[in-house]
Structures are given as structure tokens and as C-alpha cells.
């Protein structure tokens, strides 16, 4: 009797070790942070969202959330602090949204990468984390101005902040533009070099994902990019390219009509359409990490 109390008693005390542990990081967490409180945190993640946060901080990818940039129907970004003190981005999907797994199926299925994720919500919205960090890298590795892609876990993603101090940088669309011409042609560029070099086609390409910052467009918002082999992919080129177009003639420029424009990006695809990729992968220090 004697024994099995103490046997239970042991558990029990591990249990409750383990608890503490848990509830010593959170509020450490907590005491660190001035401008973002946990009822807020709270309010909008789930348990699951919340450990995979502390987890991040534990592992020394994030030291602290600041505020928040932007809060969407699908995920949320904040500015954030990394162990050195560098702001970064940290873009949180939310796993509660019925309406985002139904949006979000197109762009997974016909992915070769995505085949064989489950279609229930939390790893649909997992994989859409995935496939923003791998998209970013690709992107990213070759040479497509983009946040670089720090680290990724469950639904969490870490990534470059870009602006100043936590200050994200403006939108095309909040921008007045000195020369609108000379950025629709670096834009031209960019769709050029995320088609033939990155094998993308960003597929939200518009006003609202290009940051222009230190006299530069990046490009952003790549979760729901697809490779080129996706069915879609021509569909969705021809989309952005439409957008771009449609917001640069309000700019006053006189653009490339859309099926030449089509034509220009994909010949260059067929041309050096190495992507350099695979190599790289393993230099980066930072990698996905993935749970079952
Ligand atoms: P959504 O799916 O809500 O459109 P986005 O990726 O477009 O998500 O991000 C929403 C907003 O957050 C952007 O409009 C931008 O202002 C800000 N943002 C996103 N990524 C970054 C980043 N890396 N650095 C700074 N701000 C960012
Ligand atoms: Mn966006």
C-alpha cells in the first residue's frame, strides 16, 4: 500500500514537475513581453499554437513577440526578437478556419510535394506553413528578393522582418512611386526569375503582397505558390500577371499586354531552367522541422 502511494506519489510528482516547467516557461514568456499579453495570445491560439511558440523560444529561434503587424482571417503576423536582438516576422496560421482548408485544397492537390498529406485541418494548415517556408527558400535561393525563410514548425513560421524596428515596410499599394515604369520592369524581372530559376508561380502576385522597401520591391505572401508543374500553374501566371498589369496602367504605364508578357516569362523557363536548388538545401542552417 505504502509502496504503491509512493509509486503514485512519484508519477504524480512528475506530473506535476513537468507542469511547472511548463507553466515557469509561459510566464517567463509572459514577464518578458511589455506590448503583447497572454489573454490576447490566448484568445486567438489554441494550446497547440501556444507550446509551439514556447517551443520556439525555447530552442532560441524567437526571444520575444512584439506586437502585432497584421491580423488576417487565415493567420496572423507579428514582429518578433530572436536571440540576437534582429527583428523577425513570425507568421502564425490559425487552425480553426473551415473556410481556409476549403481555399487552400486547389493549391495543395496537384503540389507532387504535398501528395501525401492528410486532409484534415491541423496538418492541411501544417503543410501550408511547409509550403510558404519551402517556397521562400526556393524563391530565396534563387535570387528572388524575398523575407528570408528562417524557421518553420507546425503552424509557426519564422522569417526576416522587413521594415524597421517592427515597423513592417509599406505596401506597393500604400506607396507613391517615383518611377513607375522602371519598377514594372524589375517586376517583370522577378516574375521572370520565380518562374525559370525558383520553377514558381507566385499566384497572389498584387499590390498587396509587394513590400517596396529601400527602393526595392520583395515579393511576399508565397503560401499558396505553386510549382510549375502544378495544373494551375499557367491559370494562376496569367492572374498575376493580369494584376500586375491592371495596377501599373493606374500607375500610367504602358504595359506589356498579358499574352505577350505570358509568353516572355514562360519562354525564359524553357530556356536555363536549372533551378539551383537542391545543393543548397543542406548548407541552410536553418531547417524545417516537421512532426508526424
Ligand atoms: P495574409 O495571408 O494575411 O495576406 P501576408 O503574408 O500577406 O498574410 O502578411 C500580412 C501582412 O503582414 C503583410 O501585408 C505585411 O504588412 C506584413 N508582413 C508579412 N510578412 C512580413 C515580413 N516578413 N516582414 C514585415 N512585415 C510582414
Ligand atoms: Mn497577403
Avoid at 515557469?24 to 497572454?38: G, I, M, Q, S
Avoid at 523577425?88 to 503540389?111: C, H, N, Q, W
Avoid at 507613391?176 to 525559370?196: C, E, G, H, N, S
Amino acid at each position: 500500500m505504502a509502496e504503491t502511494e509512493r509509486g503514485l506519489s512519484r508519477s504524480k510528482t512528475k506530473r506535476l514537475k513537468h507542469r511547472l516547467r511548463v507553466v515557469e516557461k509561459r510566464d517567463r514568456f509572459l514577464r518578458r513581453d511589455r506590448t503583447l499579453n497572454a489573454a490576447v495570445l490566448e484568445e486567438v491560439f489554441d494550446r497547440p499554437t501556444l507550446m509551439t511558440i514556447y517551443d520556439l523560444m525555447n530552442q532560441g529561434a524567437l526571444q520575444r513577440l512584439e506586437g502585432t503587424v497584421s491580423a488576417g482571417k487565415e493567420s496572423r503576423v507579428y514582429s518578433g526578437v530572436d536571440e540576437h536582438g534582429n527583428y523577425v516576422a513570425v507568421k502564425i496560421y490559425l487552425t480553426t478556419s473551415a473556410e481556409f482548408r476549403r481555399g487552400m485544397l486547389p493549391y495543395i492537390e496537384g503540389d507532387p510535394r504535398f501528395e501525401h498529406v492528410k486532409h484534415n485541418t491541423r496538418s492541411l494548415i501544417q503543410s501550408w506553413a511547409q509550403k510558404e517556408f519551402r517556397n521562400l527558400q526556393r524563391a530565396h535561393e534563387a535570387g528572388v528578393r524575398v523575407p528570408k525563410p528562417i524557421f518553420v514548425k507546425n503552424n509557426v513560421l519564422i522569417m526576416e522582418f522587413i521594415g524597421r524596428e517592427g515597423l513592417p515596410a509599406p505596401l506597393l499599394k500604400d506607396t507613391p512611386i517615383k518611377d513607375p515604369t522602371k519598377l514594372y520592369r524589375l517586376l517583370f524581372q522577378t516574375v521572370r526569375k520565380l518562374y525559370a530559376r525558383a520553377r514558381l508561380v507566385h499566384a497572389d502576385l498584387s499590390e498587396y503582397n509587394i513590400m517596396i522597401w529601400k527602393g526595392r520591391s520583395v515579393i511576399f505572401d508565397v503560401s499558396q505558390s505553386v510549382p510549375l508543374e502544378h495544373p494551375m500553374a499557367e491559370t494562376f501566371l496569367k492572374r498575376d500577371l493580369e494584376n500586375l498589369n491592371r495596377y501599373f496602367k493606374l500607375l500610367g504605364v504602358n504595359v506589356i499586354p498579358v499574352d505577350q508578357f505570358y509568353q516572355k516569362v514562360v519562354k525564359s523557363g524553357r530556356g536555363n531552367g536549372s533551378r539551383q536548388d537542391p545543393a543548397g538545401q543542406g548548407r541552410s542552417p536553418h531547417r524545417p522541422r516537421r512532426e508526424g
